[in-house]
């Protein structure tokens, strides 16, 4: 008789594991659906550095190499080569810079759309952390999740086109890779290592200030060696960094092949310097955007998870690393010039996560008194946050910054006085460059000195007599827009040379004008026609006020 072969019988699936795996599906869901309402209060805004990232895309794809524009110098005037290259295979997909999808343009759709998906991915690992230290980690991470989705600083950021949500991915991750090998006790794991440090390779390349994350996994296996894994500890954390540098050293000597320099050309530019007393009044700016009740609250959970040993305390532990490099990150980038807190989007979430974390488990050690105070005094600090949070969304929503479709009609109208002069291959001299270099016919040079290395070096030199020289007697523009801290800075407005070479259209704010360049004008007829046109264009741009938060056309192309 043939022997009786059994089929492997599949446990039922019980009542409690379903309603795990549905409190799991929900930890993720509900952020999401918070975070889906919250970026659409912003509409279709993008914001114009963005535009920068976007122009190179386009280039790369099609063939042109790193430049702003077909023809350009290679510079690397983007810091976002991760963020770069997912344009650029989206581009190539036919997915992003081709045209509209259901009505809305792919450049709004695509971008925003992997914005969304790496959100729901924080999402993920918050719930996987907290699934290591937690008994109830669909709350802990569902908290955690909708918390980060109204913090108006992550939202925006991630939803401008920029790569703030990549970031915030790849750090949220070598978070909860650490934080579940501490629970666990497998750091000294080469998988753990590896993880950690592509991770890491992930977030310098998506921004140069990622670069810190590579001392996370280092550091917390530090903190939790043992006498018996010391040798295995000391093999593998060589290992995290090794493959750290693989990825990260590789780009770094593209860079220097390609560009002849060591940093990014928008470091150059920027005029980053080494971090001072000042930088830890922006450290406490962050304390003071989420509310101190809050924060307040958050220290005192905090305090007493930490107090004792346990294995949520093991996981806070290696949980406050990344979150204090993401802090030590933000303090000692220069203060950017852009609203909401632009270089703090990876705080929100793993300041979240560490608070609910330390909050589940000190409630039930509280007797009932405790448990009531605590949680009117949490009740009472996050309805202050809340109406914080409120106000910075209105205003942002109301007048967010510098929309990448405004540079574009703006970008228009520089093209209109080139034509009506009747110059060709001109120059723009501007400090908004995206929506430019995307629409826009002339040659950019760009007064920020982000895409151009001679004005750069002039930033960081602080030499502006000297960049004032090279725009009046080398660059010699055909159009110049200048506005706002650009004029200021440089002393251009101010310059004789500016009245006696160039005639001033019309004024666009207080601090800023467009102007053109007098030997350009064949004869009064042109200057009136000049004249008549920017008037025409201020009344077009003033009623496009209201319209900040929407697209402006289906593709963005230079006019024929």
């Known amino acids: 008789m043939a022997a009786r072969t059994t089929e492997p019988v599949e446990p039922p699936k019980t009542t409690a594991n379903l309603s795990r795996r549905w409190a799991a599906v929900l930890a993720v869901v509900v952020p999401t659906l918070v975070t889906c309402v919250h970026a659409l209060g912003y509409g279709r805004w993008l914001v114009d550095d963005a535009g920068i990232t976007f122009a190179y895309a386009r280039s790369v794809a099609q063939g042109n190499g790193p430049v702003l524009q077909p023809g350009a110098t290679a510079v690397e005037g983007y810091s976002d080569p991760a963020w770069l290259g997912v344009l650029t295979v989206g581009r190539w997909l036919g997915l992003f810079d081709h045209g509209a999808w259901f009505g809305i343009p792919d450049y709004v759709l695509f971008p925003k759309g992997i ?8 999402f993920v690992a918050l719930y996987r952390t907290a699934a290591a230290v937690t008994e109830r980690p669909a709350l802990v991470a569902g908290v955690a999740g909708v918390i980060t989705a109204l913090v108006p600083s992550f939202v925006i950021w991630c939803f401008s086109g920029l790569e703030n949500s990549l970031l915030a991915l790849a750090v949220v991750s070598l978070a909860s890779v650490l934080v579940r090998a501490a629970a666990s006790g497998t750091l000294a794991r080469p998988g753990v290592a590896i993880a950690c440090g592509a991770l890491a390779a992930l977030a310098a390349l998506t921004r140069p200030d990622g670069a810190l994350y590579a001392a996370a996994y280092p550091l917390v296996a530090l903190l939790f060696v043992t006498r018996p894994a010391l040798r295995r500890t000391l093999w593998v954390v060589p290992l995290s960094v090794v493959t750290f540098l693989i990825p990260w050293g590789a780009y770094l000597a593209w860079r220097i092949a390609e560009f002849d320099a060591v940093v990014p050309n928008t470091a150059l530019a920027k005029g980053q310097s080494a971090p001072t007393v000042d930088s830890i009044r922006k450290a406490v700016d962050l304390a003071s955007y989420l ?94 946050a809340g109406i914080s949070w409120w106000q910075n969304y209105d205003e942002f929503s109301t007048g967010p910054t510098v929309p990448l479709c405004v540079v574009v009609q703006q970008a228009q109208e520089y093209d209109g006085y080139a034509r009506i002069m009747g110059v060709r291959d001109a120059t723009v001299l501007l400090p908004d460059i995206g929506g430019t270099a995307l629409a826009g016919n002339l040659r950019v040079a760009d007064v920020a000195g982000l895409a151009d290395k001679r ?26 827009h200048i506005h706002g801290s650009w004029a200021n800075a440089t002393g251009l407005l101010d310059d004789p040379r500016m009245q006696t070479d160039y005639l001033r259209l019309r004024w666009t704010s207080a601090t800023g004008a467009n102007l053109v360049r007098r030997d350009l004008i064949p004869n009064p007829a042109v200057q009136d026609e000049l004249i008549k046109f920017a008037r025409h264009s201020a009344t077009v741009q003033a009623q496009l006020g209201p319209q900040r938060t929407r697209s402006c056309g289906d593709v963005l192309r230079p006019e024929a």
């Open 115 to 122: 914005a969304l998906l790496c959100c729901i991915g924080v």
């Open 455 to 480: 004005i750069a070096q002039f930033w960081s030199d602080e030499d502006m007599a000297g960049l004032r020289d090279y725009v009046f007697t080398e660059l010699q523009p055909a159009v110049i």
């Open 291 to 384: 509310g101190w009740p809050l924060v307040l609250v958050a220290v005192v959970c905090l305090g007493a998870a930490l107090a004792r040993p346990s294995r949520t305390r093991t996981g806070l532990v290696a949980l406050l690393v990344p979150l204090v490099l993401a802090i030590i990150g933000f303090s000692v980038l220069l203060q950017d010039w852009m609203p909401q807190y632009r270089f703090a989007t990876p705080v929100w979430p793993l300041a979240a996560l560490a608070t609910s974390i330390a909050a589940a488990h000190l409630l039930p050690q509280l007797a009932v008194r405790g448990r009531a105070a605590l949680a009117v005094l949490t009740a009472i600090a996050c309805t202050l």
